[in-house]
């Protein structure tokens, strides 16, 4: 699954810039032209990183930098933020305001997908690595296998693209909508009860022989993947 990035920049220019090198960067790439509009979209559906423009319509960058520090969801989001001011003093009120790093405009392209990259390998290394775990399942990417307390597990594809997001965020909790997005694609529509049966067939095979279950059912609000046990 690419990574997805939100570029929130009201510049169609530099949005139009950003894109292209993104993509040719392997990268999922969503828009928010304004501070309003980001909170939104971030709400209903956290990116893996953020390139946050300073001076905003609606909601200032520093502002919306502040607004997702403060939620629970989004406190340790990867976040870049890119702007014109480049005095030192600003630098420090972006960085205190909760961002990860600061590029000043006019930017390599080439720099900053390097800063991107650099900046999801420490916030999630997962990414850059070819093994995922959680408790006692394990994952490995390249040979596309997963094994349970030693004993490898049989899954279709799509079980298998299903644990592979859970165990890249473990313990946080997705909607369907937000599965559906992750796990099948933004451009396939698919019923959002058609999750709920790979949830079933996933548990099913991770649950064989009676172990724990690690998939926790949140009423009203969708899955997560909890090692302690669902």
Same mark, same amino acid.
């Given at each position: 699954?690419?990574?997805?990035?939100?570029?929130?920049?009201?510049?169609?220019?530099?949005?139009?810039?950003?894109?292209?090198?993104?993509?040719?960067?392997?990268?999922?790439?969503?828009?928010?032209?304004?501070?309003?509009?980001?909170?939104?979209?971030?709400?209903?559906?956290?990116?893996?990183?953020? =390139?946050?423009?300073?001076?905003?319509?609606?909601?200032?960058?520093?502002?919306?930098?502040?607004? =997702?520090?403060? *939620?629970?969801?989004?406190?340790?989001?990867?976040?870049?933020?890119?702007?014109?001011?480049?005095? !030192?003093?600003? *630098?420090?009120?972006?960085?205190?305001?909760?961002?990860?790093?600061?590029?000043? *405009?006019?930017?390599?392209?080439?720099?900053?997908?390097?800063?991107?990259?650099? +900046?999801?390998?420490?916030?999630?290394?997962?990414?850059?690595?070819?093994?995922?775990?959680?408790?006692?399942?394990?994952?490995?990417?390249?040979?596309?296998?997963?094994?349970?307390?030693?004993?490898?597990?049989?899954?279709?594809?799509?079980?298998?693209?299903?644990?592979?997001?859970? +165990?890249?965020?473990?313990?946080?909790?997705?909607?369907? !909508?937000?599965? +559906?997005?992750?796990?099948?694609?933004?451009?396939?529509?698919?019923?959002?009860?058609?999750?709920?049966?790979?949830?079933?067939?996933?548990?099913?095979?991770?649950?064989?022989?009676? *172990? +724990?279950?690690?998939?926790?059912?949140?009423?009203?609000?969708?899955?997560?993947?909890?090692?302690?046990?669902?």
């Amino acid at each position: 699954m690419k990574p997805r990035i939100l570029i929130i920049e009201d510049e169609t220019a530099v949005v139009t810039l950003l894109r292209y090198n993104l993509e040719r960067e392997g990268f999922e790439v969503d828009v928010a032209l304004d501070g309003r509009e980001a909170l939104m979209a971030v709400d209903e559906n956290p990116p893996d990183i953020i =390139l946050l423009d300073w001076m905003l319509p609606e909601v200032t960058g520093i502002e919306v930098c502040r607004q =997702l520090r403060r *939620k629970p969801v989004t406190k340790s989001l990867p976040i870049i933020m890119l702007t014109a001011r480049g005095e !030192e003093a600003d *630098k420090v009120r972006g960085l205190d305001a909760g961002a990860d790093d600061y590029v000043t *405009k006019p930017f390599s392209p080439a720099e900053l997908t390097a800063r991107v990259h650099a +900046l999801l390998r420490r916030a999630r290394p997962v990414l850059a690595d070819e093994q995922l775990a959680a408790a006692d399942i394990s994952m490995d990417l390249a040979a596309h296998r997963v094994h349970r307390d030693g004993t490898e597990i049989k899954l279709g594809p799509t079980e298998f693209r299903l644990l592979r997001h859970f +165990l890249e965020y473990p313990g946080r909790v997705f909607s369907r !909508e937000q599965l +559906l997005d992750a796990v099948w694609g933004r451009d396939v529509y698919v019923e959002p009860r058609t999750v709920d049966v790979h949830i079933r067939r996933l548990r099913k095979a991770l649950n064989d022989d009676g *172990k +724990l279950d690690l998939i926790r059912t949140v009423r009203s609000a969708g899955y997560a993947l909890e090692p302690e046990g669902g």
